[in-house]
């Protein structure tokens, strides 16, 4: 499984764009790169899956670039609920042909907006 | 949405009693889920995979005889902490993917368990 590298921690300010960036060079074909949203207290929360190019759902975009080593989540005009951690998965996915969705997180990047 | 539902979401317990933690999907049928623990300011960490009706996978270092784990039906995991002691005090969490899954596992409320 490849392993991910995040920054620990990022601040920001309500309004404004979050990019956070991760680090996987050691992605295989199969693997798909997947985020997650955690707040104290509660487990893990989907915000987006993609394998290559750019993803973009109601929350969020996940830009891929063309190697794949990295991928960078983008939150648009974040708000203090948007404090929480950030997780950067890479594993198998059935998407891809894979078999156990097994992931492992990383350290995850804690995300601190401030009014 | 899919929706993993865990019980207890907390609990406490006298040092060598066994705890047991439930973990359900209520709207869909999960073939697959995982245990994971986590600790104060740290990252997930994966305990074990649960498949139904079959035995549980632990990842290294996990002893399975002291977390039991059993995935008797399609809706339904549990684990079972064994002789809890201090050091097992944690917040545990499940996580299941659907049986037609989409690449996205949903993963319950967690449960934190204090050892006295």
């Known amino acids: 499984l490849a392993k991910t590298t995040q920054p620990i921690s990022m601040d920001s300010y309500e309004g404004q764009e979050v990019n956070i960036t991760c680090s996987h060079n050691n992605i295989a074909t199969n693997d798909y790169i997947t985020w997650y949203q955690q707040f104290p207290s509660q487990g893990p929360r989907f915000i987006i899956q993609g394998y290559k190019t750019k993803v973009t759902n109601e929350v969020a975009s996940l830009f891929i670039p063309a190697d794949r080593k990295s991928s960078t989540l983008s939150l648009p005009r974040v708000s203090l609920s948007d404090t929480a951690v950030y997780y950067c998965l890479v594993g198998d996915s059935p998407l891809s042909g894979g078999a156990t969705n097994k992931l492992i997180f990383g350290t995850g990047t804690l995300l601190a907006v401030q009014p | 949405g899919a929706v993993v539902s865990q019980h207890p979401s907390w609990v406490i317990c006298k040092s060598g009693t066994s705890v047991k933690i439930e973990c359900r999907s209520l709207d869909f049928q999960a073939t697959t889920m995982f245990w994971y623990r986590q600790f104060p300011k740290q990252s997930l960490m994966l305990m074990a995979t649960?498949?139904?009706?079959?035995?549980?996978?632990?990842e290294q270092g996990v002893e399975k005889d002291k977390f039991l784990i059993n995935h008797a039906s399609l809706t339904l995991s549990t684990l079972t902490v064994t002789s809890a002691h201090p050091e097992d005090s944690s917040f545990y969490i499940c996580?299941?993917?659907?049986?037609?899954?989409?690449?996205?596992?949903?993963f319950g409320e967690g449960s934190r368990l204090t050892v006295l």
């Open positions: 649960s498949n139904e009706g079959s035995k549980a996978t632990y």
């Open positions: 996580s299941a993917t659907r049986t037609l899954n989409t690449g996205e596992l949903f």
